[in-house]
């Protein structure tokens, strides 16, 4: 990579998982408890989002988690962040939320059809706390969530490896959510790097001018940093922009 390719680029888009800190979530329901592990970002990738902030860097970070634990998680770097969550549903700016899709009634019943289907199986962990998508922990893939959600026709799975994600086909991408951020802060494709490592990246760096994939054998990127390493992906991907 070098400085010209990036001389037009004025936003960088982060996914979290697998690119700001490391992969996998912890939870565990019993009942009504449910216990969730917040991953903390390191000290390190918080000061590179600051120097890149710095060199006038819109930064915009993009996850199919819920807002507030990606609040909890890049707290220092609020000021100047805007957080897209839940894979494009919304986003939030400076305290205010653009919310780009209402799933509300396509959801709705599926979460009562999921919940009794969750209940009896050993093999699924709990429900992520999330407002316009669903989001299921299970032990591996299990047909019958999966046929129930065909169901209905608009919505989808997607599975990471750790849990399924609900939601409306084309709607709730992570793609919907950087066209919106686009849009609030005037930019074009051309001024876009986004990078990702995962299924529901693909379209997100699609949609940028400047894709950049942290795992190769998920997502294409025009570049790539490796999976395996001692930094994460995004550390090696600031280390080098702040280096031109
Ligand atoms: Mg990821």
Redesign the pocket.
């Known amino acids: 990579m070098s400085k010209k390719e990036i001389s037009k680029i004025k936003m960088i888009v982060f996914?979290?998982?697998?690119?700001l800190v490391p992969?996998g979530t912890k939870i565990k329901q019993t009942g009504n408890t449910t216990t969730l592990q917040t991953k903390v970002i390191a000290k390190k990738q918080i000061e590179q989002i600051k120097k890149l902030n710095k060199k006038g860097f819109l930064i915009n970070i993009s996850?199919?988690r819920g807002l507030y634990m990606m609040q909890e998680m890049f707290r220092e770097v609020l000021p100047f962040t805007s957080l897209t969550y839940e894979n494009g549903s919304a986003t939030w700016y400076k305290g205010k939320i653009f919310q780009h899709v209402n799933s509300f009634e396509t959801l709705h019943s599926m979460f009562s059809k999921l919940k009794k289907i969750a209940i009896k199986n050993k093999s699924v962990k709990g429900f992520e706390p999330k407002e316009f998508i669903i989001t299921l922990h299970c032990k591996k893939r299990i047909k019958e969530i999966e046929n129930m959600v065909k169901t209905n026709k608009v919505l989808a799975t997607n599975w990471?490896g750790e849990a399924y994600d609900v939601e409306i086909k084309k709607d709730q991408t992570k793609a919907v959510g950087l066209r919106r951020v686009m849009k609030i802060f005037k930019l074009k494709r051309q001024n876009v790097m986004a990078i990702?490592?995962?299924y529901?990246?693909q379209e997100l760096l699609k949609e940028s001018g400047l894709p950049i994939s942290?795992?190769k054998t998920r997502v294409k990127g025009a570049f790539h940093v490796p999976l395996k390493g001692k930094f994460l992906p995004a550390d090696i991907l600031m280390q080098k922009i702040l280096a031109l």
């Not at 996914?15 to 690119?19: C, F, L, P, R």
């Open positions: 996914d979290v998982d697998g690119v992969r996850s199919g990471n990702g490592d995962n529901n990246d942290a795992d």
